[in-house]
């Protein structure tokens, strides 16, 4: 990871919502933007994680934290409602996701939905929600995506987990598209592998850590990476980024 510099500031009345706040990358870009003057609404589903959050969070107009489980798709309108009271609402960033690795034989539609709930639908949900138009606010405003490098190649295993990515950054296109109008940019990020309590909840050997970081040129990613991209594509003087997926996977889809 290279330590990258930071204009505090930035997002200076800048209302932003991050979800998937409890860890790992959300919890890093959450800081992030902390640093760099926003206001913050953090949402998971763990109380205490999210404490840990904010007590990180230096620098921020201001952090609330909303105790929520996105696979409930039907609570989200009313979590949104909860953070509008707090101010209208530029930036949304949704970072929660959850991976399940197994062979097509054993990929059941119970548990092929259990991932498309958190990494597609709830950000859907959390995109309609806000974006009314009592909720956005009134210059328009940014919405971030985090997808996968799986959403461009594939690996045994993986299919519910890539067809969600996949699906992420075909949403956040179409959305940019339809949103533009009304003055908000929405992009998708792909990060290669990033070393998180998720990743790291995997029981992965050092024999086959070693074998990721090789088919990564540049290495195994910190969410500090990750946290730095998603700041630079949520900027506000971005006025003219779009419809864009970055990879930020050091190399791997390259080869």
Not at 111 to 127: D, P, S, Y
Not at 170 to 177: E, I, V, W
Not at 230 to 235: Q, S, T
């Amino acid at each position: 990871m290279t330590q990258a510099t930071f204009q505090p500031g930035r997002f200076a009345g800048r209302h932003v919502i991050v979800s998937g706040a409890s860890s790992g990358i959300g919890r890093a870009i959450a800081v992030q933007l902390a640093r760099e003057g926003a206001q913050l609404a953090l949402i998971g589903r763990n109380r205490d994680a999210l404490e840990a959050t904010k007590a990180n969070c230096q620098g921020a107009a201001g952090v609330e934290l909303f105790v929520a489980d996105l696979a409930d798709i039907g609570a989200i309108p009313d979590c949104v409602a909860a953070i509008k009271e707090r101010g209208r609402v530029y930036g949304l960033c949704h970072s929660a996701g959850v991976s399940l690795t197994l062979p097509l034989a054993a990929t059941k539609p119970d548990r092929f939905h259990a991932v498309m709930n958190v990494n597609v639908l709830a950000g859907m949900e959390l995109a309609r929600a806000f974006t009314r138009r009592d909720t956005l606010a009134e210059d328009g405003g940014c919405m971030l995506w985090l997808a996968s490098a799986y959403a461009h190649v594939a690996a045994p295993g993986q299919i519910a987990y890539c067809i969600s990515k996949s699906a992420t950054v075909g949403a956040a296109r179409a959305m940019a598209l339809e949103l533009a109008p009304r003055r908000v940019r929405v992009n998708s990020l792909s990060p290669g592998m990033v070393r998180t309590p998720m990743t790291e909840a995997a029981s992965l050997t050092a024999e086959q850590w070693a074998q990721i970081g090789a088919q990564h040129p540049l290495g195994i990613g910190a969410p500090e990476d990750v946290a730095y991209a998603a700041a630079f594509l949520l900027d506000p003087r971005n006025t003219w980024l779009t419809g864009a997926d970055l990879r930020l996977d050091g190399g791997f889809t390259l080869q």
